[in-house]
């Protein structure tokens, strides 16, 4: 080999992860015994090579260590590979046996027989070494073969992992690993030959050496081994490899002993808990895996020598910690005697407070300065000594006079100015001109921190001067921009702090009234302080010293809700609250004005607040009120005629909801209603019909309500009955007690008879909403209206023919409700004049039946001629139409049957087939009528003669015998379906 190649090889050794040391470093037995072996099978390496300085060296000093580790080292070729007899399990006893061989003489063998099995594939051969190792744990190591076994299974474990265990690998490999960490774990077990107690190390010798070796082992397999060992081993085992794999410094492996935090077995748990701690250093166990796993996030990626360091060095400062716990304990014990002293309700011992306050300690007097802020701020109650609370003011401002002006003490300095600032009273009048002036002086020249601290101070000092000084020191702010906002929001809670001494809006008359009203609007309008609106706005909102709102401030607040550069909800804001200048002098109309003009707003939220807004039109006590309430009604007949916006629609429609039901007001608000409606066309366009619903609501609420009385409701119920609102059309008749203009349809007086038969008549077209399949009887409400409706035909009859509502559908109802109110007779004259075409009660009707309305009169004939107990007229009336499809004709059908069955059995029979095949088999009742259908044709004949058509009635039952056998079948009609097929 040439001498560079010569010099690679050994720099590819030198730093290789598992290569030996340079000279100079620590060479350990094991990395020399490797770089022998290396320096063996290298054939063609030349003793007489020339090597570089640092190669040259390495080989005088390697050359003696490699000869000594060629005489202490058992050869591999002296059992070599292609010498193994093919019997394993023969030659794995063999070794065995020389294992066993006692005596010094025999110690070359043993070593030898340990190489051998550890160069075996097979697991059952290394099991012969683990269980030598498994012996010395339990104390019983014969001849020194467990040290051997261990020394000789480090050195392998240095060897690529392909050379390891004779090239075993995957499950091979992984099986007989796990049984070396196993046995060697054994080491740990509680009261074995290794631990005395779970914090101490394993014994010497053999307990260190198990340690290294299990350190040659990569995490990953170690990690593998004792989720492989742990579920299946013994208590003992488990409590073994938990302390084995924390005592391996490797924080890798917690999170695999923290799986066993929450088990359900207490001795794993208490075990794996016991090795974190071990692991981690922690002074107390984790009791939970969540626990650890905050711990791990926070500290999992130091290494186990950082953390060891860590916690030495934290144990190193006992001392250092009992200090600065006895130091907080002395600061909370001050902080919470000012509590106590403050939070009384009277009396407060100022002297006190003052001693504890101003000590020495600096920490003790920033706690007590903050305690008293806090307190400051919330207001204290009256005190009994206001010389000992003025004493203790100026002791403040001494101890603030002779703290230097240094930044690091900006802090101290600005709470020990605010706290004796809070102390003073406007009233003393000589030490509130001195704390004013330290106050301004601080805001002029202080920093940001001293500068809010002195306007918090200023809180308790209201007067228009400070107000004034205040107003224009923010206008200099707003100047300097957002890098003084926290000063600005400061300057703006002084100026509206409403805790006594509470600060005041200006009056009218005050000087800084203007220059307070445009600090507000630049705050408002100027985009970059759009954070503090909201504040502006709380400002804008407070009260003069006469509790009165400033009116220069309306002007404002609409200026804002006009200005369309704002965002919307801002502007909101601002309509909502310029409600609280509606009825101060010379402002509602304004007020009033503002909302209408800003329904036409672009943006819908601001549209939607005016709308509601309007509401409070009604509310007004001003004389003016009725113009506003009209000129609003007109304004939103506009507007919800165009308005596409849903939520803002029905604002505007609540809005008109309630001025229509002023007084006066109803018929205007119909009106416009109708002329909405006219607007949007008949029928109403499918992208217009969510105007429908929120209008006929409204206009039902104007119409019902008291105020809509001298008829102005009647315009209110063409739309109700043209739209099919029943019950919104009864309701509005029932409130105005329309049945009662029945009396007045034939007054003299043209007007009131005019309005009375239109009332009535809209009682009759209310009842033709009716559904058909809900009968008159079907509840007490329905035969009240019944009543009303047979009342109301009554009435009309008295007038001349011209004047009566006469058409199909209302001769119909009539008979319908006569016949609910038992008039049988009326109804089967009626009936039977208007089918034949002539009058029987009245003059003859000028339109004809259709010929589904003429069915429907015969069938209410035939239960007028039943009600009269004529069921063969009822049953011929019946017979001679088409009653198909008719529910009500076909139950009439079944009970006509009945009362002819025993006078004319053949006619039942008809009417019973008919009533049958009309029916669906879904149809509930159609059992019943299967069932008296089937009863009348298995009735035997007159003399007893065979019907030959029994067995097609029996073959019918038998088709619908599902039915009979239902759950909701009634039993009677079961056993009744049971008897006639066992009859038949």
């Known amino acids: 080999m040439s001498c560079s190649g010569a010099r690679g090889s ?43 300085g640092l190669a040259a060296a390495w080989l005088c000093l390697a050359a003696p260590l490699v000869a000594q580790a060629n005489q202490d080292r058992v050869p591999q070729d002296r059992v070599p590979q292609d010498r193994v007899p093919q019997d394993n399990a023969q030659e794995i006893e063999r070794l065995r046996g020389q294992l066993s061989a006692a005596g010094a003489d025999h110690r070359d063998a043993r070593a030898a027989a340990v190489v051998r099995l550890l160069r075996m594939p097979q697991p059952a051969a290394h099991r012969v070494l683990q269980q030598v190792v498994e012996g010395a744990a339990g104390g019983k190591d014969v001849e020194g073969l467990a040290v051997a076994v261990l020394e000789a299974l480090q050195q392998h474990l240095l060897e690529l992992p392909s050379g390891q265990f004779g090239g075993a690998a995957g499950d091979v490999r992984r099986e007989i690993l796990t049984g070396y960490i196993g046995a060697c774990a054994l080491f740990w077990a509680p009261g074995g030959s290794g631990a005395a107690t779970a914090s101490e190390l394993p014994q010497e010798p053999l307990g260190p050496l198990a340690r290294r070796t299990l350190q040659r082992c990569s995490t990953r397999e170690i990690a593998e081994a004792v989720r492989a060992l742990v579920p299946t081993g013994g208590p003992v085992l488990r409590a073994a490899l938990l302390r084995c794999a924390a005592d391996l410094q490797q924080l890798a492996l917690a999170p695999v002993l923290a799986e066993y935090l929450d088990d359900r077995d207490p001795e794993l748990r208490g075990a794996a808990a016991q090795a974190l701690r071990i692991l981690t250093f922690q002074g107390d166990e984790f009791p939970s895996r969540a626990q650890f796993t ?70 003790i007097l920033d706690a007590c300065l903050e305690q008293l802020q806090q307190a400051l701020l919330a207001g204290l109650p009256a005190e009994d000594s206001p010389a000992a609370r003025q004493a203790f003011c100026r002791a403040l401002l001494q101890r603030w006079r002779s703290i230097p002006n240094d930044p690091a003490l900006q802090g101290r300095r ?32 202080g920093t940001v921190e001293e500068q809010a601290a002195a306007l918090r101070g200023l809180r308790r000092y209201p007067t228009v001067d400070a107000r004034t000084r205040v107003v224009r020191f923010c206008q200099q702010l707003l100047a300097q921009g957002l890098a003084r906002r926290p000063v600005l929001e400061a300057a703006l809670a002084t100026l509206g702090s409403s805790k006594a001494p509470r600060w005041c809006a200006p009056s009218e008359a005050d000087p800084d009234r203007a220059d307070w009203l445009e600090l507000v609007r630049s705050l408002c309008l100027i985009p970059e302080w759009a954070p503090l609106r909201d504040s502006a706005m709380q400002l804008l909102l407070t009260l003069d010293a006469r509790e009165q709102r400033l009116g220069g401030a309306f002007g404002l607040l609409l200026e804002l809700a006009r200005e369309v550069r704002l965002e919307a909800r801002f502007r909101c804001s601002c309509l909502i609250q310029m409600q609280g200048w509606r009825e101060q002098t010379g402002q509602a109309e304004a007020w009033v004005r503002a909302m209408q003009d800003l329904l036409d707003d672009p943006e819908p939220e601001v549209r939607q607040v005016a709308a509601e807004s309007l509401v409070r039109v009604v509310d007004s006590v001003d004389p003016r009120r009725p113009g506003w309430v009209a000129a609003t009604i007109q304004l939103l007949r506009d507007h919800l005629a165009r308005e596409g916006h849903p939520a803002v629609f029905r604002a505007m429609a609540e809005a008109l909801q309630v001025c229509g ?66 019950q919104s059309l009864c309701l509005l008749l029932q409130n105005h007690s329309a049945i009662d203009l029945a009396r007045e349809v034939g007054s003299s007086d043209a007007l009131l008879a005019e309005r009375a038969r239109e009332a009535v008549g809209w009682v009759l077209r209310a009842a033709l909403l009716k559904p058909p399949r809900e009968p008159w009887t079907a509840s007490e409400e329905l035969l009240r209206e019944a009543r009303d409706v047979r009342t109301a035909f009554t009435a009309f009859d008295g007038l001349d023919e011209a004047l009566r509502p006469d058409d199909p559908a209302l001769r119909l109802l009539r008979l319908e409700v006569d016949l609910a109110g038992g008039k049988f007779q009326d109804v089967a004259q009626r009936a039977t004049g208007w089918l034949s075409g002539r009058a029987v009660v009245n003059p003859a009707p000028r339109a004809q039946f259709s010929v589904e309305q003429r069915e429907r009169a015969r069938v209410l004939l035939a239960e007028a001629w039943l009600g009269l107990n004529r069921p063969e007229l009822a049953a011929r009336d019946l017979l001679e139409g088409n009653l198909d499809g008719d529910g009500r004709a076909t139950d009439l059908l079944g009970r006509l049957g009945k009362a002819l069955l025993a006078s004319d059995p053949a006619t039942a029979l008809v009417l019973f087939e008919r009533s049958l095949r009309a029916t669906p088999a879904e149809d509930p009742a159609f059992r019943g009528r299967l069932l008296d259908w089937a009863s009348v044709r298995l009735r035997p004949a007159p003399g007893g003669t065979p019907d030959p058509g029994r067995a097609a009635v029996l073959d019918e039952l038998a088709r619908y015998a599902v039915l009979f056998d239902a759950q909701d079948c009634p039993p009677e009609q079961r056993a009744l379906f049971l008897e006639l097929r066992k009859g038949g």
Request: charged share 25%.
């Open 414 to 445: 600005s709470l020990l100015l605010e706290v004796a600032a809070g102390l003073g009273r406007a009233e003393e009048a000589e030490l509130a001109a001195e704390l004013t002036s330290l106050l301004f002086a601080q805001i002029e020249s």
């Open 294 to 363: 905050a711990w791990f996030e926070r500290l999992g990626d130091l290494r186990y020598v950082d953390l060891a360091e860590r916690v030495a060095r934290e144990a190193a400062q006992p001392r250092k910690r009992e200090l600065e716990e006895l130091q907080r304990v002395r600061v909370e014990a001050a902080r919470d005697f000012v509590r106590a002293c403050t939070a009384r309700r009277s009396g407060i011992d100022w002297v006190e407070v003052q001693a504890r306050t101003l000590s020495d300690d600096a920490k």
């Open 10 to 52: 050994l720099a590819a050794a030198a730093w290789h992860p598992q290569g030996v040391l340079f000279p100079g470093d620590f060479l350990q037995r094991d990395q020399v015994l490797r770089m022998a072996n290396r320096l063996q099978s290298t054939q063609r390496l030349s003793a007489c090579a020339v090597l570089s």
């Open 661 to 726: 039901r002023e007084p006066a007001m109803a018929e205007r608000a119909i009106t416009a209603i109708h002329a909405i409606f006219g607007d949007l066309g008949e029928p109403v366009p499918a992208e217009q019909q969510f105007r429908v619903e929120p209008l006929l609501g409204t206009l039902a609420t104007i119409a019902s309500d008291a105020r809509a009385d001298r008829g102005q409701w009647l315009g209110a119920c063409r739309l109700l009955h043209q739209f099919g609102k029943r």
